[in-house]
């Protein structure tokens, strides 16, 4: 029988940091495919900002490995990502660090939860978005601008067949690595 090393409480900081490696490439990569796909098919970067890739991953690693693992890759990946690709765009930079931040220390804070894993996902999407618009109220306020607001709308809009693939993919992808270490 082999051993699960995901169920254990507190997971080594050799599996974190793995975790953690895993999910920002692929926090970094997904994206660019999603990109690839979007100039292929002439839509551009629009299937990056509706699928919204760079989520899951941060996600996928906070449900299964814990805040650390998660929540540092969260707010380095679109520092990285940026480094190597330009996006995301300058002025989103810091409102993504700061959202996906909080999406993989909220996963991984849940966890333990005994929650359904889409509970999960749902209470994560909504702490990440709550932080982001506070984070970009706060920031247009403090530089006197009235985009605040509106920027926050049109990303959730923009972002709604994101927040339900995530609803179908994170659940599914969690309980077919949690059922193969078993």
């Not at 490439?25 to 100039?39: E, I, N, R, T």
């Not at 996906?100 to 849940?110: D, E, F, H, R, T």
């Not at 929650?115 to 109220?137: C, D, F, M, Y």
Request: hydrophobic fraction near 55%.
């Amino acid at each position: 029988m082999r051993e699960n090393i995901l169920d254990s409480k507190k997971l080594s900081v050799k599996v974190q940091t793995l975790a953690g490696l895993i999910a920002v490439v692929s926090a970094v990569a997904l994206p660019q495919l999603f990109h690839l796909m979007g100039a292929a098919s002439g839509l551009g970067t629009a299937l990056g900002e509706t699928f919204l890739p760079m989520h899951l991953p941060i996600i996928i690693a906070g449900l299964l490995c814990g805040p650390y693992a998660a929540g540092i890759p969260g707010a380095a990946a679109p520092l990285l990502s940026f480094w190597l690709t330009g996006m995301p765009r300058i002025a989103m930079l810091p409102f993504m660090c700061i959202e996906l931040c909080v999406y993989g220390i909220a996963a991984g804070v849940l966890r333990g939860s005994k929650l359904p894993t889409l509970v999960k996902v749902i209470i994560v999407q909504l702490a990440g978005r709550a932080v982001r618009a506070a984070a970009i109220v706060i920031g247009a306020n403090f530089f006197g601008s009235a985009i605040g607001v509106p920027v926050i709308w049109t990303s959730i809009a923009a972002g709604i067949f994101g927040i339900a693939l995530q609803w179908a993919l994170i659940p599914l992808v969690i309980y077919r690595i949690q059922g193969q270490q078993k």
